[in-house]
């Protein structure tokens, strides 16, 4: 495998890496992959050890259980929550059931959007988020271009990769335009847990005015679980819902991942210390990158952030190279729609591998 497909895949491909670099993965800081830097809930794990024997029962076909966790979690109607095999099975499903001939994307955007349109035999625009306007939106010039032949609208909210993200009351402008034209709207939260304001950017509220809305999350990088694939969504659109479970495998989520799910979600205290520990570590880091000439940093409301190399002297896949001698794997942004070979993005994790990080960043870039 080249180096290329290395920096750009869906996160660091660590076995490959291990393989091709001879560096034992476990050695590996990992920031590339934006997955909680606490890992998966004590308390859960301890739990799961315990009843392994559920693995041979059958998980209850309406997750009734794992529902009511969500719905007290999220605050969503536990009518209008819907489970999956991890956010991907949603998001596919969800592309797959509205069948839109033409779609606008949010982007830059994390390519499985684009792929199951172009599977359904659809056809896609992205809607590109600007760098001179620090990657936020511009609400009207959104809504000029989802016009009566858009199908669907979809966003990443915080986006991924530039952490910017929209507010409710931009939410509802857009999802109003959208019902108004007849366009169903997917909005991936995937990493809106991690943000400082969740309750100002949070789309899950708006399901109850609005049945043009489904909502997606996951449990692969809030709460460090991307093997058990546990997704959810929410959406007050019955007939989707039928059409969602219709399309679905029967058990699309497996025993552990539903006894799992039923516990990480009541876990207050790993919430706090999870929102306390990623905050405090993006403004210290943000703070630190303020001072750097060669360095812009982008405002984030995920776990991750966005830097643009303001220097010609070595490049994002340079600087890949340089860091995996130091057993440290960041991404490299240039695969992503609208975003070149200046941009690179690194998640957060605990404070002294953060430390390391931005010393060996500021020794190669400043």
């Not at 109850?208 to 007050?236: C, H, M, Q, W």
Request: aromatic residues 10%; negative net charge.
């Amino acid at each position: 495998m080249s180096t290329k497909t290395l920096i750009h895949q869906h996160g660091g491909d660590l076995d490959a890496i291990e393989r091709k670099y001879g560096i034992p993965k476990e050695e590996i800081l990992d920031f590339s992959g934006n997955i909680n830097p606490l890992g998966f809930p004590e308390t859960a794990r301890k739990q799961l050890a315990e009843n392994l024997q559920i693995i041979s029962t059958y998980p209850d076909k309406n997750y009734t259980a794992l529902r009511q966790a969500i719905s007290k979690y999220t605050g969503a109607d536990l009518e209008h929550i819907v489970v999956g095999n991890g956010s991907t099975e949603l998001i596919s499903t969800f592309i797959q059931t509205v069948n839109a001939k033409k779609s606008i994307i949010m982007g830059p955007a994390y390519s499985e959007y684009e792929r199951e349109v172009t599977l359904c035999g659809g056809h896609f625009d992205y809607f590109p988020l600007e760098e001179k306007q620090d990657f936020q939106i511009d609400l009207n010039k959104l809504i000029s271009v989802l016009t009566e032949d858009i199908g669907m609208f979809i966003a990443c909210n915080p986006n991924n990769p530039t952490g910017s993200a929209l507010t409710t009351d931009q939410l509802r402008q857009i999802l109003a335009h959208c019902k108004k034209i007849g366009a169903s709207v997917m909005i991936d939260e995937t990493y809106i847990e991690f943000s400082d304001n969740l309750d100002e950017i949070c789309a899950i509220p708006l399901a109850e005015e609005f049945d043009n809305l489904f909502v997606v999350r996951g449990t692969s990088k809030f709460f460090a679980a991307p093997g058990i694939r546990l997704g959810y969504g929410v959406s007050s659109n019955e007939a989707f819902r039928s059409r969602l479970k219709t399309n679905q495998n029967p058990w699309s989520v497996n025993s552990l991942a539903a006894f799992a799910g039923e516990r990480i979600f009541s876990d207050t205290s790993f919430h706090r210390t999870t929102q306390t520990l990623i905050s405090s570590e993006r403004k210290k880091a943000l703070q630190e990158f303020s001072t750097w000439k060669n360095i812009k940093a982008y405002p984030s409301s995920a776990n991750f952030i966005l830097l643009k190399l303001l220097t010609d002297k070595i490049t994002a896949a340079e600087l890949f190279e340089k860091l995996i001698l130091k057993k440290m794997v960041i991404r490299d942004a240039a695969s992503f729609a609208f975003l070149d070979e200046t941009f690179l993005r690194f998640c957060i994790l605990n404070p002294e591998d953060n430390a390391a990080l931005l010393s060996e960043l500021k020794k190669w870039v400043e």
